[in-house]
């Protein structure tokens, strides 16, 4: 869905810096080989999440929802020198395809894949995070939040992907099978009254919030 008119929109990604070789050849491999490919952040959201980390100079990363592991490249540019990135997905068959590319990059060995359930694995982790991604699944969007934000240092930040699900955020009714949408207006009614952090909504692409933990 474009928010902005598309040729408006284009001239935006233009005008923004250029995408990096190799994330385009893990753009057209995704294209080529992989279900979902919209599911990828892509050139204008990828410069947006590269950005964002150089400004925090995160030493601790936590991804949940890896895909093809472009996010997760696009974050680990800001990383500190002796920084890591955990990223966890549910998806076993792209664990192989994740990690050629992760380690086709200057963050190979300091990228590390988790494959199972986040809510489970979270918590094993023994450390804490400056920067957060969730793109996972929509319905678990309050229950992801709940087990970080203890886990996120203070002036820490957790980015929260397709909150705006398309436009549906603004639907008053929605049919029994859709889940995601009721559960991400709650997502987004958390953010918006938690105490523990400030958040602003930025219109770009699905939706992607920034949220600063006080």
């Known amino acids: ?50 950005i964002i980390s150089k400004l925090v100079k995160p030493k601790n990363i936590l991804e949940i929802g890896t895909y093809t592991g472009y996010s997760a490249l696009c974050l680990a540019e800001g990383m500190k020198k002796d920084g890591k990135l955990d990223t966890i997905d549910v998806n076993e068959e792209l664990f192989d395809f994740q990690r050629a590319y992760f ?7 300091q990228i590390f894949q988790h494959l199972g359930n986040a809510l489970e694995i979270i918590p094993k982790l023994d450390k804490t995070f400056d920067l957060v991604f969730i793109d996972a699944d929509k319905e678990n969007y309050v229950k992801y939040f709940d087990i970080i934000i203890d886990k996120l240092n203070s002036g820490g930040i957790i980015l929260s992907d397709n909150v705006l699900w398309s436009g549906k955020v603004l639907d008053k009714k929605f049919k029994k099978e859709d889940t995601s949408t009721p559960a991400l207006i ?3 009614k958390l953010l918006k009254e938690d105490k523990r952090i400030e958040t602003v909504l930025l219109p770009i692409r699905d939706g992607l919030t920034i949220s600063r933990k006080i």
């Not at 929109?9 to 080989?33: G, H, S």
């Not at 380690?103 to 060995?109: L, W």
């Open 103 to 109: 380690d086709k990059s200057p963050y190979g060995k």
């Open 1 to 50: 869905m474009y928010f902005i008119p598309e040729e408006l929109d284009n001239y935006v990604v233009n005008q923004t810096e250029n995408e990096p070789e190799l994330l385009q050849q893990l753009t057209r491999e995704t294209y080529q080989k992989i279900l979902q490919p919209r599911m990828l952040s892509g050139h204008y959201q990828g410069r947006v999440l590269s």
């Open 186 to 188: 709650a997502y987004n």
